[in-house]
């Protein structure tokens, strides 16, 4: 069942698809995401945007918790999250994101996430809240 669910979310996370990003699932609690900056993710001629480092870190915790939450048979949504940006993002760099559940409960899950430029550079970190709820409660039980 928790592969029918990440297939599921896969095909209906448009903003994901949208993002460009590509995920590995490690394990459960434990994801890498990459992307390529494009001028769509820019906020000046060559800079990248903040809301689009913020959507990455989104997709980075809350895939790394919903990989996890899964295995019960359930969704997660995110609840907060705080993000330090350390250096600028610019067009054509290759990032490189990982997310890690660090603790785990019946409703909530708390994830570290960390983002990284192709020079192994952390340009992005924090970490987030996000609630777990089952499956059948979800708009995507139908």
Do not use: C
Request: net charge neutral.
């Amino acid at each position: 069942m928790e592969v029918d669910i990440l297939e599921k979310y896969n095909q209906t996370n448009q903003f994901g698809n949208y993002l460009d990003l590509k995920i590995k699932i490690l394990k459960p609690g434990d994801v890498k995401y990459t992307v390529s900056v494009k001028e769509h993710h820019l906020a000046t001629v060559k800079s990248a945007h903040g809301g689009f480092i913020s959507a990455i870190f989104d997709q980075i915790v809350g895939t790394a918790a919903l990989s996890k939450a899964i295995l019960e048979s359930k969704l997660v949504s995110t609840v907060e999250f705080k993000i330090n940006f350390l250096k600028p993002v610019f067009l054509g760099d290759d990032l490189i994101g990982h997310g890690l559940v660090i603790q785990s409960g019946k409703r909530l899950y708390t994830v570290k996430g960390e983002i990284f430029n192709q020079n192994n550079n952390l340009v992005a970190t924090g970490i987030a809240t996000l609630n777990a709820y089952p499956f059948d409660k979800s708009d995507m039980n139908s």
